[in-house]
């Protein structure tokens, strides 16, 4: 069935530094890959996304990349500060569908 | 616009009781979402309603069923809560983006 794949499960970067997560997803029908971020408590909400006609989108200090030959997306975030510190979870959806397959997340640290 | 409203917020059940948690969503949205999320884990999906009538099992559902009432509320029933169950549970729409409620936090004991 359909899968999407997250790593890594944790990662503990100083503050200023940049961070790098990466998704592999199975279904080649997939054509919306959002990320949401998920601070203690709350609930997951988008930060970024992007369409499979597009190779790259950057909004302020986030960026994501797509490639759709090998079937990854990642999630970059530069010059972290401590209020980045939550988990990200990666998607993969196919718009003509009705489900979105979550990764696992990976639980981020900015350590000030 | 309240977006997806869920209710309750939090619901402590002794084994083998029931209960429902209400879902409401006021966007217009087709597709509704009902995941549960585990400490430490991701969102694994019980059931979906692609539109107003149907509704579909995702990875999740033994233990739930799901009514959508209507278009805006999608309701999701414990007949026989286990402690299993205690979890966090959200309630989402979707268009292209998922919009999330805030969750019920429920514990089963």
């Known amino acids: 069935g359909e899968n999407v794949e997250q790593h890594p499960s944790t990662l503990s970067v100083q503050e200023g530094d940049s961070a790098v ?5 199975s279904d080649s029908a997939s054509n919306y890959f959002p990320w949401y971020k998920q601070e203690l408590g709350k609930r997951p909400q988008l ?48 718009t003509g569908g009705f489900k979105t397959i979550f990764g696992a997340g990976t639980r981020l640290f900015v350590k000030a | 616009n309240a977006g997806v409203t869920q209710t309750p917020k939090f619901q402590v059940l002794k084994t083998g009781q029931s209960m429902t948690l ?39 559902p033994n233990g739930y069923n799901v ?11 414990l007949e026989s809560a286990a402690p299993s ?3 966090v549970y959200f309630c989402a729409s979707m268009d292209y983006e998922q919009y999330f409620g805030p969750g019920t936090r429920l514990t089963v004991t």
């Open chain 1, 47 to 94: 930060i970024i996304d992007i369409r499979s006609n597009v190779g790259e989108k950057k909004d302020q200090r986030i960026a994501v990349t797509l490639n759709k030959t090998a079937k990854h997306f990642s999630l970059h975030i530069t010059e972290t500060q401590p209020e980045d510190s939550a988990v990200y979870f990666c998607a993969a959806t196919y």
């Open chain 2, 85 to 87: 169950q205690t979890s």
């Open chain 1, 21 to 25: 997560i990466k998704c592999t997803y």
């Open chain 2, 22 to 60: 209400q879902c409401a969503q006021d966007m217009n949205h087709n597709s509704m979402y009902w995941y549960r999320q585990d400490p430490g884990m991701g969102l694994r999906l019980i059931y979906y309603s692609a539109s107003e009538g149907t509704t579909d099992k995702g990875e999740v």
């Open chain 2, 67 to 77: 009514s959508r009432l209507n278009k805006r509320e999608f309701s999701l029933r």
